[in-house]
Structure formats: C-alpha cells, structure tokens
C-alpha cells in the first residue's frame, strides 16, 4: 500500500491491541494507519511467543500468540490500512486535530488523533551480564525468545530463570532436548500450580534437571559456537553444565522510550488514560493496551480489544466534528469496503 501523508488516525504499535484498533476504526469508517518498529505485526504475541497456547481469548478456547495475529491480521485486511513497518516514532507534535508523527527512519505522518498502543515500549529482555554475551546472541546460541520449538531437537539446554517463561519452556522442550537444565538462584520456582506440578514430575522423570541454587557465570566456547554454561553457588562452587544452547528468561525491560518526552503524564512506564474514553492528558491522543493504565487496569489482550473500541467510539468527533455518531452493531451495518 502507498504510504499516505495525511491520515485520520495514527496507530502507534501493531500488537494486538493496535491491530484491533484498526478494525475498530475502519468500521467506523476513520481512516487510520499501523506503525510499528519491529518488522513484523503481532507486538508480543508474534516476539515472543508465537508458538505459546493462550487461553483466555474469549471464544478461542486456545490460541498460540501467531495464531491470534494471523486472524486479527485477517479480520482487518479488507481494509488495507496502510502499514509502518521497521519505523520507531520518535516524535509528536501539534494538537487535537492535527498532530504530526516522525519516525527515525525519517518518514512523517499527519494525523487527526493518535492512538498509542505502545505496549511495553520499544521493549527488549533483560540480558545477563556474561562476558562474550554478544557473539553467542549473534549465532542463535544464545536466545531469549523461543520462535521455533523445532530448533532444539536433541540439543543441550540450559534455560536460566525461576518465573513463568523459564518454567513453561522448560516442559515444553523436555521431550525435544537432549538435556534440560533449568537454573534458578533459588529453589522456588514461580509459576500456575499446574506447571509446578508437571516441573516435579518431569523431574523425577530425569527430563529436567534443576540447578538450584545457582547463577549463570560463564559462557564456554569459541566463535559464537556454545560448548558449556558455568553456573556458580552461593558459596562460589563453580559447576560447568554441557551446553549447546542458553535461554535466559529474566523478563522483559520496560521503557517507554520516545513516547515518554512527547508530553503527556506517564507513570511507570504506562499512560494513565481516563477509563470510559482512553484519552490521555494530551487531548486527542488516546492510550490503549498494555502501556494504558487505570484503576482496575489489567494487562490482558482482552481488554486491550475493549480500550480499543472506546477510543475509536472516543475519538470519532475529532474527524467528524459535525457529525453525530450512531453506535450501531457490527451484524447491522456488516464490514464496510476498504
Ligand atoms: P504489545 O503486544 O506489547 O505491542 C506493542 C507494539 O508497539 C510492539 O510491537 C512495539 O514494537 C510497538 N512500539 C512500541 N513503541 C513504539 C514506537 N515508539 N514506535 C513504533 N512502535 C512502537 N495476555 C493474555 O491476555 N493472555 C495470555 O495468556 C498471555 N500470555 C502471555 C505470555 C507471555 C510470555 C507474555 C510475554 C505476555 C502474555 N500476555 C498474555 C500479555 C499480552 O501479550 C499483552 O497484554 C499484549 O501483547 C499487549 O498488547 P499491546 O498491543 O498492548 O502491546
């Protein structure tokens, strides 16, 4: 699609929560355009876990995270709103009505409102302070998001961490791998009880098993090739696990990055917005998704869905200030053309 220089409105961030922002306006008939840094449209559901199950999409019993972009991607392509892909928006300007957006790779948006649908921000993993981190990140040796659960077959891994993603992808590689480490600086590992129960039992099997408590130390290897990881105790006792592959999961750092000098109050990495409408203090500017904050606030897609439509609903009378707009059921009015 042709790149617009002026658009209705300007959706920054395409997870899911932007993704379905994009619907919401078309069926309003707003003309509104994605912009996302990454290459790819999904947020953290494509990055991260594309191959994870989620549950609690309502109607979908179960879903992996590439599997829900793919049919919010499908639900909006009659539309053909224009896509930014690999631009970062670094600045905005103007006011309600007319903002104007630029992007790092220098492109320029005009926009009647905004909605930021940053999610965590330009986010990124937490990456353990090893020496030579950076060759093994460069071959894939090491790696902080799981895309292909077929890479591992019969490999040696270590994953290191004690929350949820370490534990989850602990079972679910332990029948793939040769060998699964799993190293915690505790013997506490934080996850559903579900998983904690699979964890014991997987251990007593001789499919897992937990290094505790220890702490990544050093990376063994030339080249980017991965040989072993050293873990070390509380009491310095260094232990050299044999190792092809290193998955650190220390969670993810947030930061709201250029969004947080655009003028608006933030908290914590988050937006707070009025709930009923998801404006933030800027007016003409609304937050929806994981970045948007309330009392009450809580960070599931599902509500990213919900916070979508009441800002387009929200935001209508800024395009069309002399038009009043009828809410109307989607099976009324059906899917307008693109
Ligand atoms: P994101 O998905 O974070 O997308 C935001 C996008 O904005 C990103 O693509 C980012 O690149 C982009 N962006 C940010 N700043 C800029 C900028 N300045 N310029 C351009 N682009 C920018 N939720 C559930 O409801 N159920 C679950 O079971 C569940 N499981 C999860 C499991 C894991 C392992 C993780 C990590 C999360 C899980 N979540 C789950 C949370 C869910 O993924 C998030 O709530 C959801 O992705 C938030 O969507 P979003 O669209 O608000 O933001």
Redo the contacts with the bound molecule.
Sequence with gaps: TDMPAETDVAI???????LFAAFQCAMLRLRCVL????PEIG???A???PE?P???IPACPAVEGAQLIARLDEQIAPFAAPRLLG???ESLSGQRGQFVLGTDKGASLAAKAVII???????GPNRPPLDGLEAFETSGAVQYYVRRKAEFENRHIVIAGGGD?ALDWALALKDKAARVYLVHRRDRFRGAPESLRQLDEAVAAGLIEKVVPYQLHALRGQDGKLEGVDVIDLNGQIRTLEADVLLPFFGLATDL???ARWGMDTARATIPVTPSTCETSLPGVFA????ATYPGKL????Q?FSEAAMAAHALYPIVHPDQALHFEYSTTKGVPAG
Excluded: E
């Excluded at 929806?288 to 970045?291: A, C, H, P, S």
């Design positions: 920054i961030g395409a997870g899911p929560a932007g912009i996302d840094v990454l947020g953290q559901c990055a991260l876990y994870k989620i549950y609690d631009h970062k928006v649908a940053a999610g965590a921000g330009a986010f993603s990055g250029p969004v929806i998704g994981d970045v960070k599931l897609i599902l990213g």
